[in-house]
């Protein structure tokens, strides 16, 4: 039996959180550590806010303190990347070789979307095509690159996209097109032959994949259920992770455990500890999450670790929202202790800190006592990773006027609107 307290350590450890950051004076993250943090997460999550960083930039910066972006821009985002992206979890950057791990969920998707269904690909068949015969003989392009006089269809409710923007994501999810980089956070598409080399697109058999898919996702969470696990990859088929389980079992590579707490209807809810997590004796950290960090992204997981509940509230109308448009979680040691809203004035050189709000302590157990002095000083690395010379924070929030306190801040008013 595993208190939450040691789940939660052991969950931290294996995402990296065991080991201690670098000092601000340290020389910034090289190559081999900013790719050694990718391979413990396994898949590195993209959103396009960009409220106070892109998302896909925070989980390194969670782990490792500041970094060049540039560098991690050159690692994912260049015409001869290892890395390419697909729907992992969502979207996410994947390495190029594992794109044979997801032809199970793309030939789904093929009979999903594809011929056959009556949607956009019967719909606007000759641009499709074109689109491929485009690829074929020009190479890699970014959706502006194309040029067609059947470019222009009716803009839905929610997409500003044309029909030749339609017609690559669809041939993405398919399998047939592949990121091959991006120009500024522009993607550029091309045909899957012309990025990933020919042993990394044969076709892992479903199982093989699930299996492999699920042993990554044991690892990287050291400690999960099996809804942990297929939510990591966002594997829908219950029956197929617990076969893969069990194989991974009999393997000797997970074994089954019990978290205090972890119940379904008054009864205890199974879990799998992977033969190589660690239980430290404690985690000394103090961070902010983004929204779509492994620790956060399921949020029955996050409930159950953290008793953190967490919604996003980008879509939530102003009035209604009750921590802010984008808050993060803040991490201090092994719990979350609280929420931030931030935004990067980048005219004024300045981090807002929009609210601030305290969570109540898991498991019943006060924060440390030096949890507001830590989390100020969170807050300036965040700034001086994003270049911003000062911080300003809002009075919205529980915690505003002691985080402000802490940090010697200028205070500002709670904005309209967003």
């Known amino acids: 039996m595993l208190s939450r307290a040691q789940a939660r350590r052991i969950a931290l450890a294996a995402q990296g959180f065991g080991r201690a950051r670098p000092a601000a004076d340290a020389p910034p993250p090289g190559p081999r550590l ?5 391979q413990r997460m396994a898949a590195l999550q993209i959103d396009s806010v960009n409220v106070f960083a892109r998302s896909h930039y925070l ?13 991690l821009d050159r690692m994912l985002m260049a015409r001869r990347s290892a890395f390419t992206e697909y729907r992992a979890h969502e979207a996410a950057f994947i390495p190029r070789r594992d794109w044979g791990l997801f032809a199970f969920r793309m030939r789904a998707m093929r009979e999903k979307y594809g011929p056959g269904t009556d949607g956009f690909v019967d719909h606007h068949a000759a641009i499709v095509q074109w689109v491929r015969d485009e690829l074929a003989a020009r190479g890699p392009l970014r959706p502006a ?3 067609h006089e059947l470019r222009r269809v009716p803009r839905g409710p ?7 923007k339609n017609s690559l994501e669809h041939l993405w999810l398919f399998g047939e097109v592949a990121i091959a980089g991006r120009r500024g956070f522009e993607r550029v598409y091309a045909l899957a032959e012309q990025v990933i080399g020919d042993d990394a697109r044969a076709e892992v058999p479903r199982a093989d994949a699930i299996r492999e898919l699920v042993r990554r996702a044991a690892r990287a969470y050291g400690v999960a259920t099996a809804s942990d ?5 966002r594997i829908r088929d219950r029956a197929a992770v617990l076969d893969a389980l069990a194989d ?9 455990v019990h978290v205090a707490g972890w119940e379904r209807a008054g009864r205890p809810l199974p879990a799998w500890r992977h033969r190589d997590a660690v239980l430290p004796r404690r985690i000394e950290a103090a961070t902010v999450l983004t929204p779509f960090d492994p620790v956060v992204w399921f949020r029955d997981r996050a ?3 953290f008793d953190f509940d967490y919604r996003i509230e980008i879509y939530t109308p102003a009035p209604q929202r009750r921590f802010g448009y984008y808050s993060l979680p803040v991490l201090i040691d092994d719990d979350l202790v609280g929420r931030v809203d931030l935004k990067a004035d980048r005219g004024r050189s300045t981090l807002l800190v929009q609210s601030a709000w305290w969570e109540r302590p898991a498991a019943g157990a006060p ?4 949890a507001v002095e830590r989390i100020g000083a969170a807050l300036r690395d965040a700034a001086r990773w994003q270049g911003l010379e000062s911080v300003s924070v809002g009075r919205w929030g529980d915690a505003a006027d002691e985080v402000a306190g802490a940090l010697g801040a200028v205070r500002h008013e709670r904005a309209t609107g967003r």
């Open 145 to 147: 690159e194309f040029d």
């Open 367 to 370: 924060h440390p006592r030096d």
């Open 158 to 164: 929610w997409w500003d996209w044309d029909a030749v």
């Open 34 to 38: 900013l790719a050694g943090t990718l």
């Open 303 to 305: 409930a159950r670790l």
């Open 59 to 71: 989980p390194l910066f969670s782990r490792l303190g500041a970094y060049d972006a540039d560098r």
């Open 229 to 233: 696990l297929a939510d990591y990859w």
């Open 248 to 256: 991974l079992a009999d393997a000797g590579e997970v074994e089954p």
